[in-house]
């Protein structure tokens, strides 16, 4: 199982960046995808989750600014940022819990980061 990450860049504050995941290989299921970022010096947190379902779930920093959702017919889960910060730059991790089976555990897998910068 695979997670590809793509769409970080650099933008100005206030501008608008659109994150994408697809998640690849023998996949059953997959139950929560979320997106969580990492700035230089600080631990990793969540940013949002999305459940199969599509219940939704944000981090206060970017509530009402980030959207969160997901393509379960593609694996793919999305996250628009609109009006950003530049204390919003930061590389930035997709994560699934994904089945392989339908008796298995599900299990937590990891893209690559994406860079995001945004300048003031």
């Known amino acids: 199982v695979q997670l590809q990450a793509s769409g970080g860049g650099l933008v100005q504050a206030g501008g608008s960046l659109r994150l994408s995941c697809a998640a690849s290989?023998?996949?059953?299921?997959?139950?929560?995808m979320a997106w969580y970022r990492q700035a230089t010096g600080k631990q990793r947190e969540l940013v949002a989750g999305?459940?199969?379902?599509?219940?939704?779930n944000y981090a206060d920093s970017v509530k009402g600014r980030f959207t969160i959702s997901r393509d379960n017919a593609k694996n793919t889960v999305y996250l628009q940022m609109n009006s950003l910060k530049p204390e919003d730059t930061a590389a930035y991790y997709c994560?699934?819990?994904?089945?392989?089976?339908?008796?298995?555990?599900?299990?937590?897998?990891w893209g690559k980061g994406t860079q995001v910068t945004v300048s003031s």
């Open positions: 999305i459940s199969s379902g599509g219940l939704t």
């Open positions: 290989g023998n996949i059953f299921s997959i139950r929560v």
């Open positions: 994560n699934a819990n994904i089945l392989i089976a339908a008796r298995a555990n599900g299990m937590d897998y």
